[in-house]
């Protein structure tokens, strides 16, 4: 099991930027696939982004791409989410999630371990 723990949320204007962080503890975490989830207030929680444990593959939802960036930082356990440009809708909780194996998939139910989330909000 991995334990995780998301930081860095807050209150941002729109488009300026942010930086998540996701510490992780637990058994063989370098080998597991890291993800980005998010919930919109009465909105389901939805795929962001990925990065398989080698950091070699990464997936990103359509509407993030090309303003979000996820990295990892093996020597400290923790995955980073770097968000730029940030707009209205990018407001939600945001979680981050372990897997094991190599595909940085953009499906839930393959996560096995979840954060408690951290809350973004963004204001125009």
């Known amino acids: 099991q991995v334990q995780l723990v998301e930081s860095g949320g807050g209150l941002v204007q729109a488009g300026e930027s942010l930086r998540l962080s996701c510490v992780a503890s637990?058994?063989?975490?370098?080998?597991?696939?890291m993800g980005w989830f998010r919930q919109a207030p009465g909105k389901e929680r939805e795929f962001v982004c990925a990065l398989s444990w080698n950091g070699i593959q990464t997936n990103y939802a359509d509407a993030v791409k090309g303003r979000f960036t996820i990295s990892r930082d093996t020597a400290k356990d923790t995955v980073y989410l770097q968000i730029n440009s940030l707009k209205l809708e990018d407001t939600a909780v945001y979680y981050c999630?372990?897997?094991?194996?190599?595909?940085?998939?953009?499906?839930?139910?393959?996560?096995?371990?979840w954060g408690q989330g951290t809350q973004v909000t963004v204001s125009s």
């Open positions: 999630a372990a897997r094991k194996g190599s595909d940085p998939s953009g499906e839930e139910y393959k996560y096995n371990d």
């Open positions: 637990g058994r063989a975490v370098s080998y597991h696939t």
